[in-house]
């Protein structure tokens, strides 16, 4: 009967350990999903932001048209 005791548990053991290891995994992929729209939501923003500041100075008239297009085209390529 003592081996039976063992046994159920080491059993526990491994089914407590195989939760852990489920809801860690769960926690780190919503995480990376998380992570991995923010950042390619930042990323857009970072690579739009020097076309903005660029509008912005246009708008604020700190460049005329023909610098601002000439501006835009660089940016473009």
Do not use: C
């Amino acid at each position: 009967m003592g081996h039976h005791g063992m046994m159920g548990g080491g059993m526990g053991i491994i089914m407590f350990l195989f939760w852990i290891l489920i809801i860690g995994a769960l926690v780190l992929f919503i995480s990376a999903m998380v992570n991995g729209v923010n950042g390619s939501r930042q990323n857009r923003n970072e690579v739009n932001e020097p076309l903005n500041i660029l509008k912005q100075r246009y708008a604020r008239g700190e460049i005329d048209k023909a610098d601002y297009e000439k501006m835009r085209r660089e940016l473009s390529t």
